[in-house]
Each structure stands twice: as C-alpha cells, then as structure tokens.
C-alpha cells in the first residue's frame, strides 16, 4: 500500500503550491506521486463548478443557487468517483497520493452551510482515510489579500464570513481527527514547505 496525503485549508492557504512543492520532493526521493485534487475534473467535478462556484472569484464558493443538501451530495460523488477511479488504484499500486482537498472540506465548508456535522460524516463514510491531512491555517484577513483581487465586490463580505466560519471549522475538525496536522501558512512558501517535509518524514517515514 502507498501513502496517502491531504492538503486542507481555507481558500487562498496556499494548498496548490505546497502540494505540488511536496511531490516534486518526494519524487526526488524516488517516490511515484500522483496529484489530485477536489473538486476534480470530472463530469462531476464541471457539474459542482456549473452550479456551486461561480462566486466572486472562479472556483470559489459563493451563494446556495442549489439546497446545501444537494451540494453535499454533489461533492460526495465527485469524491466516490475519485476515490474508486484514481485514489484506491495508485494506494494499491504501492503510490504517493497527494491530494489538494478531500472530504473534511466537505466537512469545514457543507458545516458551514449550517448542515449537520453527523449527517456528512456517514455521507462520507466510503472515503478511505488519508495517513495525514496537513491543514494550512492562517487568518481570513490574509488570505483574502492573496485572493481578494479577484473577488467581486459585492460578494466580498459574504465570502469573508463563510471563510471565517470554514476556519473555525477546520480548526475544531482537527481535534476530533487525530490524522488532521495544523501548520501555519503565514510563514514564507519555503519555510511551510520545510515544516511539511518534517511532518511527512515524521508521521509517515517515521525518521
Ligand atoms: P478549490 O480548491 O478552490 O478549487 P479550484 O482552485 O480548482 O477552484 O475549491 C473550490 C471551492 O469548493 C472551495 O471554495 C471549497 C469548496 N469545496 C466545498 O465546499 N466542499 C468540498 O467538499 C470541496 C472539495 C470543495
């Protein structure tokens, strides 16, 4: 069996690049890594931007223009199709996954939504469990400076409250899932980058 590895956060942490500065250490260190990421880029993934994402910046979530409830649902067969189609075969092959968001965004967000906590986790059951989530915590405030530019003005304050909701969220997902690791992302990309490095050595290579 590979190892599986889960980069959370709130939008604009900077998951994309440290998941990909991860990989890129890993396969130097011979490691076959496969990247992923949710949504993905499935049908299921375009049908969750088409009707989920098109808030103040492309891919980011504004506004309920479907139930919470359907929006759950749809993310969770973004992730079952993941899960079977691309997740289990690379662990079975023995693979690094990294993947840029899974099911505690799910979590953090859909909770948000002021959807039951309980209700998502047993939707979520068949997601296998990563070894590490790496979650990358810093204040909204910075965040939205990384991303704010490319925010709509009008859908600015809404989008600010709902990421101060999915922070607190995530933080309080962390004390109930043990394989959950908070890092701060308000340091440089390269120091992040060397705190996961020391992370991953030492809750998964065990050095
Ligand atoms: P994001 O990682 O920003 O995708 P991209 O960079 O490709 O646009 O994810 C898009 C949004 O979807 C983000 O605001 C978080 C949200 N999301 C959920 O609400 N629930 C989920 O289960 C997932 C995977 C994402």
Known sequence: MGKFIVFEGIDGAGK??????????????????VLTKEPTDT??????????????REGIIDGARISHEAEALLFAADRAEHVHKLIKPA??????????????????????????LDWLIDLNRFAIKPDLVILLDLP???????IGSRSIKTEFDKIVELQKK???????????????????????V??????IVALVEHELFKR
């Not at 049908?43 to 103040?56: D, Q, S």
């Open 43 to 56: 049908a299921f993934g375009k049908l969750i931007r088409k009707l989920v994402l098109t808030g103040g």
């Open 91 to 116: 662990l079975e092959g023995g693979k690094v996954v990294i993947s840029d968001r899974y099911f505690y965004s799910s979590l953090a967000y859909q909770w948000a939504r002021g959807l039951d």
């Open 140 to 146: 909204v405030k910075e965040s939205m400076k990384r």
């Open 16 to 33: 994309s690049t440290q998941a990909k500065l991860l990989g890129k250490w890993l396969e130097e260190r011979g490691y076959e890594v």
């Open 190 to 195: 390269e120091d992040i980058h060397n705190d």
């Open 166 to 188: 999915v922070r607190e969220n995530y933080l309080k997902l962390a004390e109930r899932f043990p394989e959950m690791k908070i890092v701060n992302a308000l340091a440089s």
